[in-house]
């Protein structure tokens, strides 16, 4: 019953945006912090940014400036505005859900809940 689903991935060309989407349901989402991972061709999944239940954010310093997590509890959405993109951002997006309690939140591979991915690729 619990589910995560991420959208809004696609081909942009370098210096573009796209805004991911990860929708939840089976779940209250205040209850818990998000995570986005990505996860390129022969590399390790990577954190990406997360945010707590309070709203506190955390980034990757390879993304810093230039990616943006927000969430939207009435819709149970959390999304993830991808800016200034570069080839090297090219993976598979994952969002993740973890019932933290604490007011900051942390990027783990150890997430229980995982949506499917989406495609980001970042080409001319």
């Known amino acids: ?3 995560l689903v991420e959208s809004g991935g696609g081909l942009v060309q370098p210096g573009g945006s796209l805004r991911l989407s990860c929708a939840a349901s089976g779940f209250t989402l205040d209850n818990y912090a998000i995570g986005w ?3 390129a061709p022969g590399k390790e999944r ?3 940014s997360c945010i707590s239940r309070g709203g506190t954010t955390y ?3 390879s993304v810093k400036g230039r990616f943006t997590i ?3 509890n009435a819709k149970k959405t959390v999304y993830l505005q991808l800016n200034s993109l570069k080839p090297e951002d090219t993976a598979v997006y994952y969002c993740a859900a973890e019932a933290r309690l604490s007011t900051v939140c942390v990027l783990s591979k150890t997430y229980p809940y995982w949506g499917q991915g989406t ?3 970042v080409s001319s």
């Open 46 to 48: 990577e954190g990406v």
């Open 37 to 39: 991972f990505r996860q």
């Open 119 to 121: 495609q980001v690729t």
């Open 59 to 61: 980034y990757a310093g």
């Open 1 to 3: 019953q619990l589910q």
């Open 70 to 72: 927000s969430r939207d």
